[in-house]
């Protein structure tokens, strides 16, 4: 009976502890690095609020962060590879970068948004008075035109 009960405690301790703490190993060497940077205007000031997609052009994993207050941002535990790396915020031209990430390394980029163009959709509608003819001198004036064949 004795040795039942050890199996069990050794089953026990394997499940509990042993399991959990490889897969925790595991997850720790799975090859990734990280991408972060800062979003700045073209007078180098901070752009908070800016949205910041990185694409791995191999895979199309895709994932999205905001710059904080501090136009700073981080894209943390990518596949290593080629990322296109796209800013846009309100105000500004997007910018697109392509960047590489490598395993176990974090890169940075400096993205420096220039200034949009403002575009403005303007409708005008013309408001034409109606014609007083009378006032034109083409009261009661008829013109016929005749079509021949």
Sequence with gaps: MESKAKSRRKFLFRATVLIPA???LALAQVPSGSLGGTVLDESEA??????VTVKNQDTALQRSVTSGTDGMFLVAGLPPGSYEVRAEAKGFSTLVQTVTVRTGNSTRVELQLPIGVLEQIVEAIDRIPPLDYEKHGIAGTVSRFQIEN
Excluded: E, R
């Design 46 to 51: 901070a752009i908070q609020n800016a949205k």
């Design 22 to 24: 490889s897969m925790v």
